[in-house]
């Protein structure tokens, strides 16, 4: 996760390119005194924007004589609605938000000064107004349902826009405030949506109902939560004819087998899609004009829960443990890497060959506040480590030389395009994937590791990239507010190559948090899924709003702050994209209280580091639909609490791997973990 924030000296307008960090600030020569700064002062004070609107803002800081000082500032912003880059701040959403700036202490220390900026961000006027029908016919008795986009004049639309509906003759079809359009008798109507005092129409004509009845197929036998049916229902004539464009309303019938724990939402049906989230008796019904069928299905407990066994741990305490990546070596033993937060530049080489008895074999360090990335190629040749806060602002990456796989040995390092700081990066044994201050991703050729080449690069327009991850030649890179961005970069089909990368599609999710991004090819029904996940560091406008940033400290017992679990929200999002010319929304894992991190999937279970929700492990066999967790496809859940961690009994998993029948993860308090599932069945001895 990177928040919003920059560092830039006073009276200098903010760029996205300044990313030291209060360590690094503390470490240049001569050091700035920021205790002699008396306040900050914004030029402009205040703002008015309008969504897509662009204006530069700059901070300067004062002393007691009223004299300019030349001090590092730092900046942050709600990233969902303002950004601030190369010397601008950029509205995105609507609404009323503060922007923080202050004086940044050496090391450890507390701000000394700091500036409320309040913003109002507006949206454009409305332009036009596009109105869209179920479908091209109306008969009378039915009911259709209408949307309207409401777009500005640059083509983006309006969220959440309320429009008022109307028809032109009430006695031939009727609308509700929602759009949904009832016919009554036949004749021409036209249908209007006004925003803003903005119109847009469609013109229909209703016709006589043909239809006779309705004829529901489909549904299955014993069902379990979360198994996803497809009923289809035809609507006849009375020579037994399908009557064209007969809009059908589905709905749901249900007897709980437990009426006092049964939810009061127990399952849905889309277009005769149809998942149960809880045990019971289910009726689905289809409903066209006044004729209705219905289809009862028994639904039973999916019973996916198994035990899960802890086989051992690599206690790190010392610092935060951030990312891990497994390899077998050229030895033939397996090897992880673990990656360190504000942790001096170290990183660990573990030998896991025996998950019971995790060794840590030897430690890195290199010219870093933070290793948050590690990687290795899947082949083992090499390893990389990713670098933030280096002490000459020149980040980048180091690449290592697996050889010797428990005690590797730097190849070179690359920082040409990356040393705004490297978050994330990914792997492959030609190319290297690594990524450039949230802004861009660099590709390297990885042919020899002494002398990576650079081949290519992928700047998505006005996104902020977080993680990527390439697959058949296909790069996903999750993008916050933008969600997914699809690149070619080798696979050929849109002519994309690494020295090429062409842009296939983009793929938006609700949250505007995505941070990770995990493709998947479902073997048994040959699905090819992209598992996308938020991160949401906070709680803000929820009942559990959290603990704020003491969190990332450890507990002090003179002031009493710290030691607390983080507090997270966020979720993961299921996109069906075996068709990439048409990505389809399909399912999501949505856990109370906690927030996804990063994550795995594998023989049709995802891994998932939840934060302070644990380690999570989920059955997404099968078709997918509605949310997983309600459905009971959760098969395990740990949570690390280790008494001897960073901070104590503070269980806060950030990435997980399965590696040859165990589960290793890292946990940020308590270093490097294996469980292992257990089968649900076992031999009594």
Not at 422 to 444: C, P, Q, R, W
Not at 526 to 546: C, Q, T
Not at 573 to 599: C, K, L, W
Not at 638 to 657: E, Q, R, S, T
């Amino acid at each position: 996760m990177r928040s919003l924030r920059l560092i830039l000296p006073a009276a200098v307008v903010l760029t996205a390119l300044a990313l030291p960090s209060a360590v690094e600030l503390a470490a240049q020569t001569p050091e700035p005194d920021p205790t002699v700064v008396t306040r900050l002062e914004a030029e402009p004070a205040e703002l008015s924007l309008r969504v897509g609107d662009v204006v530069p803002l700059v901070v300067t800081a004062y002393d007691a004589a009223g004299a300019a000082v030349d001090i590092p500032i730092r900046v942050s912003a709600p990233r969902r609605a303002l950004r601030i880059r190369d010397g601008n701040i950029e509205a995105f959403e609507a609404g009323q938000y503060d922007v923080q700036a202050m004086v940044v202490m050496p090391a450890s220390g507390a701000p000394v000064a700091q500036l409320t900026i309040p913003v109002v961000v507006d949206w454009p006027e409305v332009a036009t107004v596009e109105v869209e029908a179920g479908g091209d016919l109306l008969y009378a008795g039915t009911t259709v349902r209408y949307a309207a986009t409401a777009l500005h004049a640059d083509g983006s639309a309006r969220p959440t826009a309320e429009f008022v509906w109307s028809v032109s003759d009430t006695e031939v079809a009727s609308v509700d405030a929602f759009g949904n359009v009832t016919a009554h008798t036949p004749g021409p109507v036209t249908v209007t949506a006004m925003v803003e005092g903005v119109r847009g129409s469609v013109e229909r004509t209703v016709e006589a109902f043909p239809a006779t009845a309705v004829q529901l197929t489909g549904g299955g036998g014993d069902l379990l939560t979360g198994d996803v049916v497809q009923f289809t229902a035809s609507v006849l004539d009375d020579a037994g004819n399908e009557v064209p464009g007969a809009p059908v309303t589905w709905s749901l019938a249900y007897m709980p087998d437990d009426s006092i724990v049964a939810p009061a939402g127990p399952g849905q049906v889309d277009d005769g899609r149809f998942v149960a989230d809880w045990p019971g008796l289910y009726t689905v019904v289809a409903t066209a004009g006044h004729l209705s069928a219905r289809e009862s299905v028994r639904v039973s407990r999916r019973g996916a829960v198994q035990e899960l066994e802890i086989v051992g741990q690599g206690r790190e305490s010392r610092v935060f443990t951030t990312d891990l990546w497994i390899w077998e070596g050229v030895d033939g033993r397996d090897y992880a890497l673990t990656g360190s937060k504000m942790g001096n530049g170290v990183t660990f080489v573990w030998d896991v060959t025996d998950p019971a008895n995790i060794v840590k074999t030897d430690s890195i360090i290199v010219d870093a506040r933070t290793t948050n990335d590690v990687k290795a190629s899947p082949n083992g040749r090499y390893g990389v480590i990713s670098r933030e806060g280096a002490s000459n602002r020149r980040n980048g990456v180091v690449i290592l030389d697996l050889a010797n796989p428990a005690h590797p040995t730097i190849a070179s390092t690359w920082d040409e395009g990356v040393t705004g700081g490297v978050h994330n990066m990914f792997a492959t044994n030609e190319h290297l994937f690594v990524l450039s201050a949230g802004d861009k991703y660099v590709i390297l050729d990885m042919a020899d590791i002494y002398n990576p080449r650079y081949v290519g690069e992928y700047d998505h327009p006005d996104s902020r990239v977080h993680d990527v991850w390439v697959h058949d030649g296909i790069a996903y890179s999750a993008e916050w507010e933008n969600g997914i961005v699809v690149v070619d970069v080798g696979n050929g089909r849109w002519g994309g190559s690494p020295e090429n990368p062409v842009f296939v599609t983009n793929i938006p999710l609700p949250s505007g948090q995505t941070h990770a991004v995990f493709p998947y090819l479902q073997e048994a029904t040959g699905k090819f899924y992209l598992i996308a996940g938020d991160e949401i560091v906070g709680r803000e406008g929820l009942a559990w709003a959290g603990t704020g940033p003491d969190h990332r400290i450890q507990y002090d017992p003179e002031t009493g702050r710290g030691g607390y679990p983080r507090a997270t929200a966020g979720y993961i999002q299921i996109v069906d994209f075996t068709d990439p010319e048409s990505p389809e929304m399909v399912a999501r894992y949505e856990v109370s209280e906690f927030g996804t991190h990063n994550m795995w999937v594998e023989d049709d279970i995802l891994y998932e580091a939840y934060y302070e929700g644990g380690l999570r492990m989920v059955d997404i066999s099968g078709d997918l639909m509605g949310n997983l967790y309600t459905q009971g496809r959760e098969i395990s859940v740990f949570k690390a609490h280790d008494p001897l961690g960073y901070i104590p009994n503070a269980p806060a998993a950030w990435g997980v791997m399965p590696w040859k029948g165990n589960v290793f993860f890292a946990d940020i308090n308590s270093g490097l973990w294996s469980v292992k599932i257990l089968p649900k069945e076992r031999p009594v001895s």
